[in-house]
C-alpha cells in the first residue's frame, strides 16, 4: 500500500514528527507522520527473544528443558508492539532519559498486551480537537506536542488527552508530560466546570493518569475518569479515593510550571539545552511557607549526553539596597540522578542572615535559617 511517506526513512519521520532541535511547526504532518512511525512499529517482526519462544530454547520455568526444533513458531507478540508504539511516541525516550540514571529503565518490560492508551492518537483531528487546542494553549499550557483528542465519556462528560510541552517556549522535548482533562457540559470553547491533571511520561507509563471527579450520586465512593496505562480514558463509578499525592519528585513541580510577571526564560543560562521548566519552587520553613526576601526556580536540562539531564536551582536574594542594585543570584547544577538519591541544597545569605535552600528528592523545598555556631 502507498502512501504520503514512501521512500521516507525512519529518522526523516521522527525529524517531521517531532521537529528539529524539538520545534514543530506543523502539527497535522508531525501527526501523519507520528501515525506512520506506529505503522512501521507494528509491522516489524519480533526480535528474538520476545513472543514465543525460539525452537530449542529452554522455557524460563523449566531451564533444564529444552524444546524440540520446530515445535513452537514464532509469532508476533502484541506486547512488543505495545513497546514500539510507546517509544514512537516518546516514552520510552523519555524514560531511558529519566530513570535509567536510577536503575529501573525496564519500566515498560511489564507492560500490557492490550488497551495501547496512545492508540487514540492514530485518528485525524476533528474540529472538536482543534477547539480544544486552541484553549489549551490560550489558557493553560504552554505548548501542545501531541493532540488533541477529545472522548465522549456520556453522562455530559468529555475527555480531553494530549501532551503538553515541558517548557515554557512550548519546544516539544522527550519530557512532555501526557494531560487528562474532563469537561462537565458547556462546549470546547466554554466548558460548565473543567478538571485536568498531567503527569511524567514514566509515570504515565506505569500508573496513567486519574482525576477524582465528583462524588457518586450512588454510594460512597467517587466518579473517577482514567487514562492508561492502558485502554482509552474511561469514567468509573463509585471508586475509592485515590492515595497517590500530587508531588511525588523534583520534576513534579515543572509539570505545571509557575512563575510570576516577566521572561521565565531569564532564569536558564542555556535555554537551547533546555529540557523541562523553569517554575518556582514553593518554600516552607519550620513555621509553615516562608514570604522571605528569597525566591527559588528549578529546571532541567540536557547533560553531556542525552541519558544525563541535569537538574539546575536558582534563588534568587531581592534585598536590594543601595549597594546591591539587581537580585543575588545563587546557582547550583547536579545531575538528576543524583538528585533523585539526595535532592541538591546551596546556601544564600539574605538581609544579614545565612539560608539553607533545599530541594528533596520527593519535590520538597524547604529554606531553613541557618544558626551562628555556639
Known amino acids: 500500500m502507498s502512501s504520503e511517506f514512501d521512500g521516507v526513512d525512519d529518522a526523516q519521520l521522527e525529524q517531521l514528527a517531532f521537529g528539529r ?16 512511525l506506529a505503522r512501521r512499529a507494528d509491522a516489524r517482526p519480533s526480535p528474538p527473544g520476545r513472543g514465543a519462544p525460539l525452537p530449542g530454547a529452554a522455557q524460563p520455568s523449566d531451564p533444564g528443558t529444552s524444546i524440540p526444533a520446530g515445535s513452537l513458531p514464532l509469532e508476533p507478540d502484541p506486547t512488543e508492539n505495545h513497546r514500539r508504539r510507546m517509544r514512537v511516541t516518546g516514552i520510552v525516550a523519555a524514560t531511558t532519559a529519566a530513570l535509567a540514571l536510577v536503575g529501573i529503565a525496564p519500566l515498560i518490560t511489564a507492560a500490557p498486551s492490550t488497551g495501547d492508551p496512545l492508540a487514540i492518537f492514530e485518528r485525524p483531528a476533528s474540529a472538536a480537537d482543534a477547539a480544544w487546542a486552541t484553549q489549551l494553549t490560550r489558557d493553560y499550557v504552554s505548548g501542545i ?9 456520556g453522562d455530559g462528560l468529555t475527555a480531553v488527552v494530549f501532551r503538553s510541552a515541558a517548557t515554557v517556549d512550548g519546544r516539544s522535548t522527550a519530557f512532555d508530560p501526557f494531560c487528562l482533562w474532563v469537561s462537565e457540559g458547556g462546549s470546547a470553547t466554554a466548558p ?15 500508573e496513567g493518569l486519574r482525576i477524582d471527579l465528583r462524588p457518586s450520586p450512588q454510594g460512597g465512593g467517587l466518579d473517577v475518569v482514567t487514562w492508561g496505562p492502558t485502554g482509552t480514558p ?16 523534583v520534576l513534579d513541580w515543572l509539570v505545571f510550571p509557575s512563575y510570576l510577571d516577566g521572561d521565565p526564560l531569564a532564569i536558564v543560562d542555556d535555554p ?4 523541562m521548566g523553569p517554575s518556582i519552587v514553593p518554600l516552607y520553613g519550620p513555621e509553615g ?15 553531556q549526553s542525552v541519558d544525563d539531564p541535569v537538574l539546575c536551582v536558582v534563588t534568587l536574594v531581592t534585598d536590594l539596597t543601595a549597594d546591591q542594585l539587581a537580585p543575588l543570584e545563587t546557582r547550583t ?14 546556601t544564600v545569605t539574605s ?8 530541594i528533596g528528592p520527593d519535590g520538597d523545598g524547604r529554606s531553613d535559617r541557618i544558626l551562628p555556631a555556639g
Open 21 to 36: 532541535q524539538g520545534r514543530v511547526y506543523d502539527r497535522e504532518l508531525a501527526e501523519a507522520a507520528l501515525r506512520e
Open 145 to 153: 506536542t501531541l493532540g488533541p483528542r477529545t472522548i465522549d465519556l
Open 192 to 206: 460548565r466546570a473543567l478538571s485536568g491533571t498531567c503527569t511524567l511520561p514514566e509515570r504515565f507509563a506505569e
Open 234 to 249: 474511561q469514567l468509573d463509578r463509585n471508586q475509592p479515593a485515590s492515595s497517590l499525592s500530587g508531588v511525588r519528585s
Open 272 to 275: 537551547e539545552r533546555l529540557l
Open 289 to 303: 511557607p516562608n514570604s522571605l526576601d528569597h525566591q527559588t526556580w528549578a529546571y532541567l536540562q540536557e547533560g
Open 333 to 346: 547544577c547536579a545531575p538528576l540522578d543524583a538528585v533523585r538519591r539526595q535532592g541538591l541544597a546551596h
Open 351 to 358: 538581609a544579614g542572615t545565612d539560608w539553607e535552600v533545599l
